[in-house]
Each structure stands twice: as structure tokens, then as C-alpha cells.
């Protein structure tokens, strides 16, 4: 069983469309991230989530909206894509508390905006 | 000034040797410290955290924290090629427990 699991893996859009990426841990972690790594391989947290509630909200912009249904899934839809939003996302875990930053990630969403 | 700076690399190394992989942190406050690796293609794991000041050994690799230089260190011992990765170290901070900074990375490639 996979620990962190998004899809889809790979999206590959043209620019001023909508996209999705889902994400969803089996660990029973109270917390979950949203990361960007682009191509440096610089890896920028936009979102955290801790048991449903946003605690984290980074300087992102506003086309870019996580929602958490349950403590398990966190979702990232991105509105009116950009070139610039071509990277890869990855979405983690951790239980939280002392153990904030041992995360467990997902294998990564590849968006690439043509 | 970044936050947590690395040398991106790449940094070559001798099958064998010892690698030795650096990370300086802007904030006197921050609280825990950890290395994740990342291989070409694939999502970061972690392989260390230390949050004391001195050395913390697993196997071949071993962190070394100095909070009054700012300064963390991962020493991989008996280097393997399998070991050649980026090395990405990430630190939080008491204020914002949930948030995990992280450098952009050193790149390491083991030579055979």
C-alpha cells in the first residue's frame, strides 16, 4: 500500500486552464503539505494543513486554492495556469508536534503548461 | 539571504571516501534539522534528523549540528554509487513548528 498517494502523476495543459491534483496519506497523519519543486530542484512550501485546518498559507496566488475534506486528503486545484506553474508538486505528511518535520511524501504531480 | 543554503554541487567523490555535505541556516531559532535525499525522478525521503547540538550516527551517515555556527553537516561514510543523489537539508523553527524550510540542494555523484 502506497503511504502517500497523488494523482495524477502527470498533467500536461495549456496555459489558462484549470487543473486538479489529489492526494491522499493512510498513516494516520494529523498534518499534510503541499510542495513545489521546480527546476533548480528548490523545493517551496505553498499549503499545510493540520486536521482539516489551513495553518499554513505561503505566498502563492490566489489561483492556486487546497482543500482538505478529512485529515486524510489534500487537494490543490490551480486556476488560469501560467507557464511559470510548470513544475512538480508534491504532496507530504507528518504526524505533527515533535515529529513536524519528518515528512513522507507522494511520488510528485509532473504539471507542465505549454 | 536564503533561509537554509547549500552548495548545489555536484560534489564528486571517490567510491569508498567519505562525503561530506554542508548546510548553513539563517535563524537563530530554529529547532530541528533533517536531510532528506532526492534520486533523479523520485520524491525526497529522509535519512537523518538531529536536534541537539554534537553528532547523531546511523550506519554510514552522521549528522553533525552546531547551533552557535548555524551550521548542520551530513558525513556519508564508505560512499557507494547507490548514494549518489541530492541531498536536500531542511530545517524548522519553534515559532512555526509545522513549517519545513529547505535548502535547494547538493548533488552528489559517487565515482566508481
Known amino acids: 500500500d502506497t503511504a502517500v498517494s497523488q494523482t495524477p502523476k502527470y498533467l500536461v495543459t495549456q496555459m489558462g486552464n484549470d487543473k486538479s491534483i489529489k492526494c491522499e496519506q493512510n498513516?494516520?497523519?494529523?498534518?499534510m503539505y503541499w510542495y513545489k519543486q521546480d527546476s533548480k530542484k528548490f523545493l517551496k512550501i505553498m499549503f499545510s494543513?493540520?486536521?482539516?485546518?489551513?495553518?499554513i498559507n505561503e505566498t502563492v496566488p490566489n489561483r492556486f486554492s487546497p482543500k482538505s475534506p478529512d485529515k486524510a486528503h489534500l487537494n490543490l486545484h490551480i486556476n488560469s495556469l501560467e507557464l511559470g506553474d510548470s513544475a512538480v508538486y508534491f504532496c507530504a505528511s507528518s504526524l505533527g508536534g515533535g515529529n513536524t518535520g519528518e515528512l513522507f511524501f507522494g511520488e510528485g504531480s509532473r504539471l507542465t503548461v505549454l | 539571504q536564503k533561509e537554509v543554503e547549500q552548495n548545489s554541487g555536484p560534489l564528486s567523490v571517490p567510491e569508498g571516501a567519505i562525503a561530506s555535505l554542508n548546510c548553513t541556516y539563517s535563524d537563530r531559532g530554529s529547532q530541528s534539522f533533517f536531510w532528506y535525499r532526492q534520486y533523479s525522478g523520485k520524491s525526497p525521503e529522509l535519512i537523518m534528523f538531529i536536534y541537539s547540538n554534537g553528532d547523531k550516527e546511523d550506519g554510514r551517515f552522521t549528522a553533525q549540528l552546531n547551533k552557535a555556527s548555524q551550521y548542520v553537516s551530513l558525513l556519508i561514510r564508505d560512499s557507494q554509487p547507490s548514494d549518489s543523489a541530492t541531498y536536500l537539508c531542511a530545517v524548522t523553527r519553534y515559532s512555526s513548528a509545522s513549517k519545513i524550510i529547505f535548502g535547494s540542494g547538493t548533488r552528489l555523484s559517487i565515482r566508481p
Open positions: 498513516l494516520g497523519h494529523d498534518t
Open positions: 494543513y493540520n486536521n482539516k485546518e489551513l495553518i
